[in-house]
C-alpha cells in the first residue's frame, strides 16, 4: 500500500472517453505524459508528433486558432497560432518581423495598444514606424524604405470607422516584397475576411466578436504556414500562450459568431441612421452610412449589407455634451472595450484617446463629443429609444 501522498496524486486511473464528447474538451494541463524516454526525444526533436508542455502548444487552444483558420480561409490552406491576448499577438508578429534596424508603414487611426508596441517598446530595439493615412494609399506607398520589414493596416479603425482598401494596401506591400498584415479585430472574419484581398497575416484581439461574451481573453494569428510557423516559433519564446480554459469560451463563443455579428451590424446599422437623422448629433462614423467616406469600399470589401457594429456618435455641445450622453444612457452600459452581447460606450477623448490633446484629436477626425458605441445583442428599438433618451437630455 502506498502512502497517502502518493495515493492523492496519483489516484484512480481517470475514467476512459468511451465516445467523443459534444464539445471541445478542455484540457487543463501545463505538461503531457511520454512513454518512454525515446518518444519525449522524439516528440521534443519533432520527429513525431505530440504535445510537450502547454506554452508550446495546447490541444484546446490549437483548437482555437484552428476553428479562427477554418473561417477566415475558405480555402482550407491556412493555419493559426493563438495567443493570449490580442496584445501579445502583435507583439509576437512585430518581433517575428522586425530586427534591429527594421521599419513600420503602420496607420495613423491605429489602435493605441499597437501604437505603444510600437513607438513604446520596438523604438527602444532600433525599430522605427512611419504612421500614415491608411486611407491615402499613395501616402502608404511613399513611406515605404528598404529596411521596411512590414506594412500594418486595421480592416475598421477606431474610433471614426475607417475602412482600408485592402487590396491596394496589399499590392503596396507586395511590391515592397514585405508582408501585409491586418488587424480585423474590428470586423470579424463574419464581415470581412482580409486573406481573400492580400494580406499575408490576419490577427484578431479574440476578447472581441470571436469570443462575443465579456468573458475570455485571446488572441489569434492566420495565415500562410510557413509564416505562421514564423510566429509560432517566436510565440514560444516571448510566451503568450492562450490558457486553456480561455480557449474553450473562444471555441464556444464561435459557434455563435456568425449570428451574433450578423444581428449586431444589422442593429447598428439601424441605430446609426436614427442617430443621423436626430437634431441633437453632430456627426455619426459608421461606414453602412452611405456618407461616411469609407461606405463604397466598404460595400465592395465586406460581405453584402454589414459594416461592422460600432458607432462613433458626436452630439452637439462639445465635451461635455459628449460626457453627458455616456452619463443619460441606461441600457448601453458604460465600459470599454466592444464585441459582447450587451451594448457599451464609452467617451472617446478621455478614455481610449485620452493621451491626445485638442490639436491632435481634430487632426485625427475626432470630435470631442465623440462616443464610441459597441452594439450588442438587444433589440434595436430599445437601443434607439435608450440613445434618444438621452439625447433629449442633453
Ligand atoms: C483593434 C484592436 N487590436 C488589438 C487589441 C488588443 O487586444 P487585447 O485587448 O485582447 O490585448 C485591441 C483591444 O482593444 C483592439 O481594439
Redesign the pocket.
Known amino acids: 500500500m502506498t502512502g497517502e501522498g502518493t495515493r492523492a496524486v496519483h489516484g484512480p486511473a481517470p475514467r476512459p472517453v468511451l465516445q467523443d464528447p459534444v464539445t471541445p474538451a478542455v484540457h487543463r494541463t501545463t505538461t503531457f505524459l511520454f512513454d518512454s524516454a525515446q518518444h519525449t526525444a522524439d516528440v521534443f526533436s519533432g520527429a513525431e508528433p505530440g504535445w510537450s508542455y502547454s506554452r508550446v502548444d495546447n490541444p484546446t487552444a490549437s483548437g482555437f486558432a484552428d476553428a479562427v483558420a477554418a473561417l477566415e480561409d475558405r480555402t482550407g490552406v491556412a493555419t493559426g497560432q493563438p495567443f493570449?491576448?490580442?496584445?501579445?499577438?502583435?507583439a509576437t508578429v512585430l518581433m517575428a518581423l522586425c530586427s534591429a534596424g527594421s521599419h513600420v508603414v503602420a496607420p495613423q487611426q491605429?489602435?493605441?495598444?499597437?501604437w505603444a508596441l510600437l513607438t513604446r517598446q520596438l523604438a527602444r530595439f532600433g525599430v522605427q514606424t512611419t504612421f500614415v493615412d491608411a486611407t491615402d494609399v499613395a501616402a502608404v506607398a511613399a513611406a515605404v524604405r528598404p529596411e521596411t520589414a512590414l506594412v500594418w493596416a486595421?480592416v475598421l479603425?477606431?474610433p471614426s470607422m475607417t475602412v482600408t482598401d485592402l487590396p491596394a494596401v496589399a499590392a503596396v506591400a507586395r511590391d515592397a516584397g514585405v508582408p501585409f498584415v491586418v488587424?480585423a479585430?474590428?470586423a470579424s472574419p463574419v464581415v470581412c475576411r482580409p486573406l481573400e484581398h492580400g494580406a499575408d497575416l490576419v490577427?484578431?484581439?479574440?476578447?472581441?466578436y470571436l469570443g462575443g461574451h465579456s468573458d475570455a481573453?485571446?488572441?489569434v494569428v492566420v495565415g500562410a504556414p510557413d509564416l505562421v510557423a514564423r510566429i509560432r516559433s517566436v510565440r514560444l519564446d516571448l510566451g503568450g500562450a492562450l490558457a486553456p480554459d480561455e480557449a474553450f469560451l473562444l471555441l464556444r463563443g464561435l459557434q455563435t459568431l456568425p449570428l451574433r455579428v450578423a444581428r449586431q451590424c444589422a442593429t447598428a446599422l439601424e441605430l446609426a441612421t436614427a442617430l443621423a437623422a436626430h437634431p441633437k448629433v453632430l456627426r455619426v462614423d459608421h461606414p453602412g452610412l452611405p456618407d461616411h467616406p469609407g461606405h463604397a469600399l466598404a460595400s465592395r470589401l465586406f460581405d453584402a449589407g454589414r459594416y461592422g457594429a460600432v458607432i462613433t456618435v458626436a452630439p452637439r455641445g462639445g465635451r461635455e455634451a459628449g460626457l453627458r450622453l455616456v452619463d443619460g444612457l441606461r441600457l448601453v452600459e458604460r465600459a470599454?472595450?466592444?464585441g459582447g452581447t450587451h451594448s457599451n460606450a464609452v467617451h472617446v477623448p478621455t478614455t481610449?484617446h485620452k493621451d491626445m490633446d485638442p490639436a491632435s484629436l481634430a487632426a485625427a477626425g475626432i470630435d470631442e463629443a465623440a462616443v464610441r458605441i459597441s452594439i450588442g445583442l438587444e433589440d434595436a428599438a430599445d437601443l434607439v429609444a435608450d440613445l434618444e433618451q438621452a439625447l433629449s437630455a442633453l
Request: net charge negative.
Open positions: 493570449a491576448s490580442g496584445s501579445a499577438a502583435t491605429v489602435y493605441g495598444g499597437t486595421e479603425a477606431n488587424d479585430t474590428f490577427l484578431h484581439s479574440a476578447t472581441k481573453t485571446g488572441g470599454t472595450s466592444l481610449t
